[in-house]
C-alpha cells in the first residue's frame, strides 16, 4: 500500500481497490491506520508517505 501511495500521491481509494483487490472498507480501514501510525499524511489533498 505504501509504494503504491508513494508512486502516486493522488491516487483515490477506487484506484486503491482495483490495484490491490481489497474492499473499498478494508482500503479505508488501513488508510487510517497508516495514518494513526504517521507513516502517511493528507497534504493539499494528496497522501505523503512519511517513512
Partial sequence: MLDLIKKTPSVKQAELVEQTGKS???IKRIIDSLKQKQYIRRVN???E???
Fill in 24 to 26: 473499498v472498507r478494508s
Fill in 45 to 47: 489533498g494528496k497522501l
Fill in 49 to 51: 508517505v512519511l517513512v
